[in-house]
């Protein structure tokens, strides 16, 4: 009886773990020639156009993205109102780091 209850819980903490990871932003994500990439160690990696890559850190705040990345100008930072949608991230806010204000929808990569 033991067994079964230990394989039960063991069955349900690991569907609660798969479910928490889908709704994560962790992973790459790619936008034409443009990536994001959110690690699960709070560091992320953005390649704008191919031409400008960025190493920093992010954190999530409801339906926020803090990011802040060192960029040709500097350290900045960016606040990002995000949302998923299965494998689609959409973004909006200053999302090359540029000023401008836009919204872009990434792909998650498949591996």
Known sequence: MKRVLA???AAVMLIILCACGSSSVVGKWIFG???YEFREDNTVSISISSALNYEGTYEVDGDKIIITANTFLGEKTVELTYSL???TLKLEG???FS??????K???EKK
């Open 94 to 96: 200053d999302i090359t």
């Open 33 to 35: 020639v443009n990536t």
């Open 85 to 87: 949608d299965g494998d």
């Open 7 to 9: 394989a039960v819980l």
């Open 99 to 104: 000023g401008v204000v836009m919204q872009m």
């Open 106 to 108: 990434f792909a998650k």
